[in-house]
């Protein structure tokens, strides 16, 4: 047997002097950061900072400008995002991509297929087994689902879910192509507190799983209570690196939010 370099002992994620810009817009700026095999990463930064671009870059969403990314020793730098899925990174569906007119269960079986290179319908074309297959995946969205705490709406509208529930849903969608690593982009967002605390016991429980886990996220509180570890970025840069209380009390943290009223340490 052989493993693949670096997947033994290497970070599961290196992001090396990564650059990303948008015509002349430097997004992304030199950034380099590791992510820890078993840890909940946090990212954090204010409004522009180049937070979703890097999750873009890492999730084969945009082609990096500069730089490359390694995932377990494998240079992944601008493979296409089907590709990177097939990997084991998955990332959060927001609510805009979900198919709405759909039942939640639908949703999830369709995140099965996101990972294949042959179109689901030609695989569908392989009857009978593709009835058999179609069974097992489906019993394995419910399992996904029950998890997940939507057990109960699988067979719901998607677009008659609430809010909260429906962020829950794209977080399934990911969890379907069987992540090794999973990003999250500001789950929180709109979610009330029931929500919040409901989403924080979930993505524990998603990490106590086995999967390891990169978050953007704006609310803080739920930021220093969930992530091991936490990156701050400015103006596509990273400014500061670690424990949730050493980034607490960081002076240029502090500088770079100061008179920015998402910065809600207290909250
Ligand atoms: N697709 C895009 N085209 C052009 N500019 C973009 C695009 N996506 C992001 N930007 C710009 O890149 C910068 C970083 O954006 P973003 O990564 O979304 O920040 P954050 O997630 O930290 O709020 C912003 O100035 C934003 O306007
Ligand atoms: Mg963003």
């Given amino acids: 047997m052989t493993t693949p370099a670096g997947s033994s002992n290497g970070p599961l994620l290196r992001v090396e002097d990564v650059s990303k810009h948008f015509g002349g817009l430097v997004a992304v700026n030199h950034l380099t950061?590791?992510?820890e095999e078993g840890e909940i990463l946090g990212i954090i930064g204010p409004n522009g900072a180049g937070k979703s671009t890097i999750l873009g870059?890492?999730?084969g969403f945009y082609p990096a400008t500069a730089g490359k990314v390694f995932f377990e020793g494998q240079d992944?730098?601008?493979?296409?995002?089907h590709g990177i899925v097939q990997l084991g990174i998955g990332r959060q569906f927001q609510a805009s991509t979900l198919f709405m007119s759909l039942s939640v269960l639908d949703n999830v079986y369709y995140g099965f297929h996101l990972g294949y290179k042959t179109p689901?319908?030609?695989?569908?074309l392989r009857f009978p087994s593709a009835l058999r297959e179609e069974r097992e995946l489906r019993a394995r969205g419910a399992e996904i689902l029950d998890q997940m705490g939507l057990g109960a709406v699988k067979n719901e509208i998607t677009k008659n879910l609430p809010h909260g529930h429906q962020r829950i849903l794209g977080v399934c969608i990911a969890l379907a192509t069987d992540p090794k690593l999973l990003l999250l982009d500001e789950p929180m967002t709109g979610m009330n507190q029931t929500e919040i605390a409901t989403m924080l016991e979930l993505v524990r429980g998603i990490r106590e799983s086995g999967i390891t886990i990169v978050m953007i996220e704006h609310n803080m509180s739920a930021?220093?209570?969930l992530c091991d570890r936490i990156v701050v970025l400015d103006h596509g840069q990273e400014i500061a690196e670690g424990l949730p209380w050493e980034i607490r009390e960081n002076d240029q943290v502090i500088e770079a939010y100061l008179g920015k009223d998402e910065f809600l340490l207290d909250d």
């Fill in 76 to 81: 992944i730098t601008n493979l296409k995002s």
């Fill in 223 to 225: 930021v220093m209570s």
């Fill in 120 to 124: 689901v319908w030609n695989r569908l």
């Fill in 33 to 35: 950061f590791e992510v």
């Fill in 57 to 59: 870059v890492i999730s």
